[in-house]
């Protein structure tokens, strides 16, 4: 069975910077996506980034040039860099794993980051 582990969550100040990384452990497919979505309070939850097994990278608009996404395929982790941070940024960001054309669909359980003053 597949686990993912974030870390990295936390406060910071608007304009600050964090760093998130998802750790997988288990069965993995020999090719799979990773990436990262966030939910803010009363709202629906959201992709943010994500990386293909290729390295093929996607941003939603909100975060291109801000985020960056990168994984170590060793090491099964994925991380999400995060600069120039905003209040609205602030959310639970959840990662995730998948395989097109296959059931696999993993998802961690979430670490807080909030943008605040």
């Known amino acids: 069975q597949v686990q993912l582990v974030e870390s990295g969550g936390g406060l910071v100040q608007p304009g600050g910077s964090l760093r998130l990384s998802c750790a997988a452990s288990g069965s993995m497919p020999s090719t799979y996506a990773m990436g990262w979505y966030r939910q803010a309070p009363g709202k629906q939850r959201e992709p943010v980034a994500r990386?293909?097994?290729?390295?093929?990278?996607y941003y939603v608009d909100a975060v291109k040039g801000r985020f960056t996404i990168a994984r170590d395929n060793a090491k099964k982790t994925v991380f999400l860099h995060m600069n120039s941070l905003k209040p609205e940024d602030t959310a639970v960001y959840y990662c995730?794993?998948?395989?097109?054309?296959?059931?696999?669909?993993?998802w961690g359980q979430g670490t807080q980051v909030t943008v605040s003053s």
């Open positions: 990386i293909s097994s290729g390295g093929n990278t």
């Open positions: 995730n794993s998948s395989a097109a054309g296959t059931r696999f669909d993993s």
